[in-house]
T-cell receptor
């Protein structure tokens, strides 16, 4: 079984401030981890992913995330928020279940950026 | 350009009517997925298909049906048995394994 918990349905920051979106996962197999972003009334786009290797992963638009196995976490950060970062963010885990990889998503965190 | 086309983007239907949402891809991806999105609940898996003529139920398959007669197409039918069908529906594909999902733009279904 696998699951994802995103702490905080809404996160509010000022423009230029640090962004931290939290994600914890559980998986009975080595996981692949992803962060996706969704703008209103659109599909999701990949921000970054962790499969194997380096635990600090850099993505698009200045975002990065660190895989911490001991904490079962994959938090998303960005040093300085921009107004255009306002969107819904989803953490996802994909582990091999039977013969297939089935992605499981968290409930999402809405990032609000104040001027 | 390769991508996923979902249609219609907006759909209004009366209670008790079946509706079919279209998902077409030209990415030559093997695996296709349907997710339902409701505010505050994230994405929940309805059905997925790894190969043509084969598909499996996801976490919330009741009241839905799918087919996979062609690699490019994975339509979703929302039947009258689905008690609360108003939602945003997302189709996604991947090349397989643990690869990244590519999403369509979604279809918003409103049942009046």
């Amino acid at each position: 079984a696998q699951s994802v918990t995103q702490l905080g349905s809404h996160v509010s920051v000022s423009e230029g401030a640090l962004v931290l979106l939290r994600c914890n996962y559980s998986s009975s197999v080595p996981p692949y981890l992803f962060w996706y972003v969704q703008y209103p009334n659109q599909g999701l786009q990949l921000l970054l992913k962790y499969t194997t290797g380096a635990t600090l992963v850099k993505g698009i638009n200045g975002f990065e995330a660190e895989f911490k196995k001991s904490e079962t976490s994959f938090h998303l950060t960005k040093p300085s928020a921009h107004m255009s970062d306002a969107a819904e963010y989803f953490c996802a885990v994909s582990g091999r279940i039977g013969g297939s990889y089935i992605p499981t998503f968290g409930r999402g965190t809405s990032l609000i950026v104040h001027p | 350009d390769g991508g996923i086309t979902q249609s219609p983007k907006y759909l209004f239907r009366k209670e008790g009517q079946n509706v079919t949402l279209s998902c077409e891809q030209n990415l030559n991806h093997d695996a296709m997925y349907w997710y339902r999105q409701d505010p505050g609940q994230g994405l929940r898996l309805i059905y997925y298909s790894q190969i043509v003529n084969d598909f499996q139920k996801g976490d919330i398959a009741e009241g839905y049906s799918v087919s996979r007669e062609k690699k490019e197409s994975f339509p979703l039918t929302v039947t009258s048995a689905q008690k609360n069908p108003t939602a945003f529906y997302l189709c996604a594909t991947t090349t397989g394994g643990a690869n990244v999902l590519t999403f369509g733009a979604g279809s918003r279904l409103t049942v009046l």
